[in-house]
């Protein structure tokens, strides 16, 4: 099972992480948390934050250093990620400054249009329901491999679960309210 945690800085949404430098001339491989990159054609800029899991101590001020706003002139597909070239940043040992930072794009790209299937990050804080009971809110998300799966957290509890986020369990998705309401199988909330 996979867990990502959507960090968000304003206006900005985390969809991967660098994981290495790639070749010479300072290329980074981005994995991307979906392995998804349909706005790749729009993107001219990205947000390089740390990554609070996995920043050492070693070289934190190197590292601090590559945050910001950087602009792409080139990018591709690539592996189950991205090849992207940034501005200013022409050899290995410049990219390797930027391993394990966070890459966010603007969340203008990951905002769905009516009639398309919704990015999990549209429900972030949403309350659910099963049926009129509510559950929690949706404190994050995580994969069973499967399907999208939403954790819901029910603070009342001090308990979280692991509702599977597909057609047949979902009624409707009421973005005025901020509501999703579930018909959800009988014992699903025990396990």
């Known amino acids: 099972m996979t867990s990502h945690n959507l960090e968000t800085n304003k206006g900005w949404v985390s969809v991967g992480r ?12 981005i994995q991307l948390f979906s392995g998804e ?9 990205a947000l390089f934050s740390l990554n609070p899991k996995s920043q050492s101590q070693k070289n934190l001020d190197l590292i601090k250093s590559n945050c ?11 592996k189950q990620g991205l ?4 501005e200013n940043i022409d050899s290995r040992t410049k990219a390797d400054g930027f391993v394990n930072l966070l890459f966010s794009i603007p969340e ?4 769905s249009k009516p009639g398309e299937e919704i990015y999990l990050r549209e429900v972030m ?6 049926s009129d009971k509510s559950i929690g809110f949706v404190s994050g998300f995580s994969s069973n491999g499967m399907q ?3 954790i819901v957290t029910d603070e009342k509890k ?34």
């Open 125 to 130: 804080n949403y309350e659910v329901f099963d």
């Open 83 to 86: 090849k992207i070239q940034l």
């Open 18 to 29: 660098v994981h290495s430098a790639h070749g010479l001339k300072g290329d980074l491989y």
């Open 148 to 150: 999208d799966l939403l």
């Open 68 to 78: 910001g706003i950087l602009d792409i002139p080139h990018k591709k597909v690539f």
């Open 108 to 111: 203008e790209f990951l905002v």
């Open 37 to 45: 990159a349909h706005w790749l054609k729009e993107l001219k800029q």
């Open 158 to 191: 001090e308990r979280s679960y692991d509702i599977p986020f597909i057609h047949e369990f979902t009624d409707q998705i009421d973005h005025k309210n901020n509501k999703i309401i579930m018909t959800l199988p009988e014992g699903l909330l025990d396990l």
